[in-house]
């Protein structure tokens, strides 16, 4: 076996193992149990898909290739509809999982009756079943033949660009959400995994281009194959690790109920309540400094008040025209301009003071409110052209 050959076994078998292995640990989880089953399931998928390489240069046998490429394609056809499925449950606000579940199985579907039309193919011709002869055997392995190649060439890589976008566009709307529920949402917004749809997004179209030159350009190899497995082993270990730590982020406190999301036309709140609501909140914050606690939810806020998350929710977003995160943050960003006028503390001493949870989510959200940068700010209210030896940029 040549030297390019045990590296790309050595980095496909590692890419299996890695999976294998983070499956084992979802499985013993005792907490979020659908989570890290569907999470193990996707990792078992991940794995499946490096079987072939993993196992193509140890001899195996030509008529058990058929079955690899069989169990290659209904694995490559679960992978995205699994991870999209985790993404779902660990964005979501319950337990409960999606209703619709019919649009995600035909490519599955067709891969796995695929991968059984090889199997009864195999034993047809092999012990010569129901009499067929040659000519219908001939027939028989060049339908299948089109659907596997069907399946490598067109469904499966555009079932991997559709879930790709559900992907994103479930982030983002998990990214919205987080503001409605969390003052700080830094440590809750999932970037690995914006970072890993990134990569197979990135992959994806590297692999259609590599297509469409390969049909323009007989001459043209495509992308090395070494890509391929090296790519999957980076994407597998960044979920196995980040995904084994990773707890649903919209998920209630204690035994605080979910936050409606629907509009509020039914809502029994009268303006008066509403108004005594927004006094309540304007008074936890100016008065209690509750802003202060880093960690400040929804819920937090309602049992500090006395006053229903929903009610909380519907008075911010139609009465104080804010969501939560905004709401809160205001008031953080007022007492840290203070402390930037008055005094020659550290920015980073101010931010964290002021209850934020990092020196850039402080800058990030006091450029949005200001204009500036705290460091401008500074020394546009001080018109000192010159920063303080102690204070940090």
């Known amino acids: 076996m040549e030297t390019s050959q045990h590296l790309l076994v050595l980095i496909s078998t590692m890419a299996m193992t890695v999976p294998l292995f983070a499956a084992l640990c979802c499985l013993v989880q005792d907490s979020n149990k659908t989570l890290f089953r569907v999470l193990a399931a996707f990792f078992v998928a991940a794995a499946i898909t490096e079987l072939p390489t993993a196992l193509h240069f140890i001899g195996l046998s030509p008529a058990t290739m058929p079955l690899m490429d069989g169990l290659w394609s209904l694995a490559m056809a679960s992978v995205m509809p699994l991870i999209w499925l985790y993404v779902w449950i660990l964005t979501a606000e ?38 067929l002869t040659e000519d219908r055997l001939t027939g028989a392995a060049q ?14 890589r555009l079932q991997w660009g559709i879930y790709i976008l559900l992907i994103y566009v479930r982030l983002v709307a998990y990214r919205s959400r987080l503001k409605d529920l969390f003052a700080s949402t830094e440590k809750r917004e999932l970037r690995w995994i914006a970072v890993v749809t990134g990569i197979g997004a990135s992959y994806w179209i590297l692999s259609l281009i590599s297509s469409l030159l390969s049909y323009a350009m007989p001459g043209y190899g495509g992308l090395p194959t070494l890509v391929h497995y090296v790519l999957n082993l980076i ?58 606690d880093p960690n400040l939810s929804l819920w937090a806020l309602a049992r500090h008040t006395g006053v229903s998350d929903n009610y909380i929710s519907q008075v911010l977003n139609e009465e104080l025209g804010q969501n939560f995160f905004d709401f809160v943050n205001g008031y953080r960003i007022e007492a840290a301009k203070a402390r930037l006028s008055e005094s020659d503390d550290t920015i980073l001493t101010i931010a964290l003071d002021a209850g934020f949870n990092s020196r850039s989510s402080f800058y990030t959200a006091f450029k949005k409110v200001t204009g500036q940068t705290p460091t401008a700010y500074r020394k546009a209210e001080t018109g000192s052209e010159q920063m303080p030896s102690n204070l940090s940029v």
């Open 143 to 156: 339908t299948i033949n089109l659907s596997y190649w069907f399946l490598e060439y067109v469904a499966i």
């Open 235 to 292: 994407v597998q270990t960044i979920v196995a690790v980040w995904g084994l730590r990773q707890r649903p982020g919209l998920r209630p406190e204690g035994n605080a109920q979910p936050v409606s999301r629907q509009r509020y036309a039914n809502s029994a709140l009268t303006k008066e309540d509403a108004d005594r609501i927004a006094a309540k909140l304007r008074k936890a914050m100016a008065s209690d400094k509750l802003y202060l």
């Open 94 to 131: 319950d337990d409960v999982l999606p209703k619709r579940f019919l649009p995600h199985l035909p490519v599955p579907g067709g891969a796995f009756l695929t991968l059984l039309a090889i199997v009864i193919y195999q034993v047809v011709s092999e012990f010569r079943i129901f009499g």
